[in-house]
């Protein structure tokens, strides 16, 4: 009898307590979504009546910020898997005793909070750092050209913060590389880029998936890079979320998409995982 | 020139390594210079050097009243979900049982759920309830999305364990609660601790999830947001570098120790 308990009572306490403040939320999140407003009600004041067209007429009134968040969050992944890739197999194969101290190094950046370092690259990149006007005077960019509020910096800053996501995955399975299969692969006479797309790569995987969706999965629903680095026309989807909720108090539509938003993602995500044939994650 | 152009051949992933370590530096770095910067409240051009920042890092309104809720909820989120969550672990890690795969899918769910997503439907159950958002609300909040993490963290360790020891323990005729607290638990402690370093560090710069469920309450990322607009005042910078420095410590402390562990 007490064999079968004890399992149950350790799970009891935490799993209650994700199933109140996870599953309830995101049910009710659901209910909310298809509500409308009470006829000569105040504002912020809803009734169910199942109006699934809520659905259509929030993605239709916000495609164009849904397609952005995809797109932005597709380009940082790619950009932060093109950066961390070198970095985790610089820190796994070639760093000897200085290993763990770079890999402290790798997250370090994450103890200033990451609005004070996104603001940071704000004032870098702004009118008023030193990198655009060095490169207006070199005549690298023109004199209206601007770095800060545009696609590029919202890209750029999403990036930079995710970055320590994707490398930490990136670096745990090419640290488990046996170097040996690296070795016999260049006495079969493969070459270094051979080596790599056959051996090193293909071993990798588990890092790559694992690296991609820890950051295009917040990458997606994000709005603080757009917030401070974007400007109107960069908007994301987190962005409209987040005004519906505090400043339109449009609680239906904001749930909507908060839904859409959630379901596209876990859709996204669980074809990535069969695809790149991986279940070792969940 | 031809050793030249070979050292740089046989370098370059080094010489990769140190341009990307700057690129994730260079933030930082730039706070950290900027506490000391004679800015007054914008902080927004180097004007010149100044300690007085750091002499007074409460002189900004509200921004150690910021840092003391963010520390007070950090604290109390962290206790209350490495408990929660190292508990799941071992259920999982050390018992077979049945809805295993249900309960390790409850665990990957909040993980994969984007945090404004995980913020406004939080929100919005508490607003059913009636609950005013502020510091509590805060408190679960943090809780909710730590308790993955933490059981991530320990399954892992957990995983990694040589069951012999264990049975060694049990060999000796230590029984089984003398075996978990004597031996079990001494080493799946590091792993805990990792994990609540991770929860604290999660819940301290957290701001989508707590923006939505704060309220009134301001915390540190808060206060840093609000004060984006206008310029952060250069006592934000002190605490954003203290924090950096007091964690970098926290974790060479931690390898000194467990370095010395191994020898003796």
């Known amino acids: 009898m007490k064999k079968i308990s004890t399992p149950y009572l350790l799970l009891l306490p935490g799993m209650g307590f994700l199933f109140t403040f996870f599953i309830l939320p995101i049910l009710n999140l659901a209910q909310t979504s298809t509500q409308t407003p009470i006829a000569g009600g105040d504002t912020g004041q809803y009734e169910q009546t199942l109006r699934f067209k809520n659905y259509v007429d929030a993605f239709v009134e916000n495609k164009e910020q849904f397609g952005r968040s995809f797109l932005y969050a597709f380009l940082a992944t790619a950009l932060a898997l093109a950066i961390a890739y070198p970095l985790a197999y610089?820190?796994?194969?070639?760093?000897?005793?200085?290993?763990?101290?770079?890999?402290?190094?790798?997250?370090?950046?994450?103890?200033?909070?990451?609005?004070?370092?996104?603001?940071?690259?704000?004032?870098?990149?702004?009118?008023?750092?030193?990198?655009?006007?060095?490169?207006?005077?070199?005549?690298?960019?023109?004199?209206?050209?601007?770095?800060t509020s545009s696609a590029f910096a919202v890209v750029a800053g999403m990036t930079y913060n995710f970055l320590p996501f994707m490398t930490l995955p990136l670096y745990a399975s090419i640290d488990r590389i046996d170097p040996r299969t690296l070795e016999a692969s260049g006495d079969l006479y493969a070459n270094g880029f051979t080596t790599f797309r056959k051996v090193t790569f293909p071993l990798s995987l588990p890092g790559v998936v694992a690296g991609t969706l820890l950051t295009f999965i917040p990458a997606a629903g994000d709005y603080v890079n757009a917030a401070i680095l974007g400007s109107p026309q960069t908007k994301m989807i987190g962005n409209v979320i987040d005004s519906r909720f505090f400043k339109i108090v449009d609680y239906p539509t904001a749930s909507a998409l908060s839904f859409t938003l959630m379901a596209a993602i876990l859709i996204l995500v669980t074809v990535y995982i069969r695809k790149a044939g991986t279940e070792e994650l969940v | 020139?031809?050793?030249?152009?070979?050292?740089?051949?046989?370098?370059l992933i080094r010489i990769y390594a140190v341009l990307a370590f700057t690129y994730l530096f260079i933030p930082v770095a730039y706070t950290f210079a900027f506490s000391f910067n004679d800015g007054g409240k914008s902080n927004l051009i180097w004007k010149g050097f100044t300690l007085s920042n750091w002499q007074n890092p409460c002189g900004a309104p509200e921004v150690c009243t910021a840092l003391g809720n963010s520390l007070k909820i950090g604290f109390l989120a962290t206790t209350i979900a490495t408990i929660l969550g190292t508990m799941i672990a071992f259920a999982i890690g050390r018992h077979k049982f049945r809805g295993r795969s249900a309960t390790n899918l409850l665990i990957f769910l909040p993980m994969?759920?984007?945090?404004?997503?995980?913020?406004?439907?939080?929100?919005?159950?508490?607003?059913?309830?009636?609950?005013?958002?502020?510091?509590?609300?805060?408190?679960?909040?943090?809780?909710?999305?730590?308790?993955?993490?933490?059981?991530?963290?320990?399954?892992?360790?957990?995983?990694?364990?040589?069951?012999?020891?264990?049975?060694?323990?049990m060999d000796l005729y230590a029984n089984e609660r003398e075996t978990f607290r004597r031996v079990t638990l001494p080493l799946v402690a590091p792993g805990i601790a990792g994990a609540a370093l991770l929860a604290f560090s999660l819940s301290f710069d957290d701001f989508i999830i707590t923006n939505f469920n704060s309220g009134t309450m301001v915390t540190f990322p808060k206060f840093v947001y609000v004060s984006a607009t206008r310029g952060i005042p250069p006592q934000a910078n002190v605490i954003g570098s203290s924090m950096f420095i007091l964690a970098i410590t926290i974790v060479a402390l931690g390898q000194f120790v467990g370095r010395k562990r191994k020898v003796s």
């Open chain 1, 90 to 147: 610089a820190i796994a194969f070639k760093s000897g005793k200085l290993k763990n101290l770079l890999l402290v190094l790798v997250v370090a950046p994450f103890f200033t909070s990451f609005l004070l370092r996104t603001i940071a690259w704000k004032q870098i990149l702004g009118e008023q750092g030193f990198v655009v006007p060095t490169l207006r005077s070199l005549h690298l960019i023109s004199e209206s050209t601007t770095l």
């Open chain 2, 112 to 169: 994969a759920t984007p945090e404004i997503v995980l913020g406004a439907s939080l929100l919005s159950l508490f607003l059913v309830f009636k609950i005013n958002p502020g510091f509590w609300p805060t408190v679960i909040a943090h809780v909710m999305f730590c308790i993955s993490f933490v059981v991530v963290t320990v399954k892992a360790r957990i995983a990694s364990l040589d069951p012999r020891l264990e049975q060694a323990a």
């Open chain 2, 1 to 11: 020139m031809r050793t030249i152009s070979r050292w740089f051949q046989r370098n």
